[in-house]
């Protein structure tokens, strides 16, 4: 999946622009389905319900890691079923997977402000990715998986 893996490396940058403090040196995405992000959300947040992604950020533990690295599980189902009524799959996910590196930094969308705060932030990314052509190619992932698969991690 290299063009999944350029557009992760390329969110990842403008991750590591927003606080050049804080050194990314890996990503770890898992593509997932409904059944399998209602698991994760319930184990981890405690919510039996499904949504769009959830990130987990970690930090440094020298001397295996010199930077933070983070998970982002990101429901494809999701978006093969909004991404239609909206700008179309391929965005679709291009956002969640956006939403989810963004949260990594601590970004927070708990309220209506924040909300559109994050929102303004990342659809300024998927408009810089489009113009380089970095989120059309993404649509070469195969089918939803059935169960939780992951990418190779993505090192910054």
């Not at 489009?130 to 698969?149: A, F, M, N, Q």
Request: net charge negative; with cysteine.
């Amino acid at each position: 999946m290299p063009a999944l893996r350029a557009y992760c490396r390329w969110v990842m940058d403008q991750v590591q622009k927003l606080d050049p403090d804080h050194t990314w040196s890996g990503l770890s995405l898992a593509l997932t389905d409904h059944p399998q992000m209602i698991d994760v959300h319930a184990e981890f947040l405690g919510a039996a319900r499904t949504t769009d992604v959830i990130s987990f950020a970690y930090s440094p533990h020298p001397p295996a890691t010199t930077g933070y690295t983070g998970d982002v599980i990101v429901n494809v189902e999701q978006a093969m079923e909004v991404g239609p009524r909206e700008a179309g799959v391929a965005h679709e996910l291009a956002l969640y997977i956006a939403h989810g590196c963004h949260h990594l930094t601590g970004a927070d969308d708990s309220t209506p402000a924040l909300r559109r705060r994050m929102r303004r932030i990342e659809l300024d990314w998927l408009r810089q990715a489009g113009e380089l052509g970095l989120i059309d190619p993404i649509l070469t992932l195969p089918s939803v998986p059935s169960h939780r698969e992951c990418c190779e991690e993505v090192g910054q």
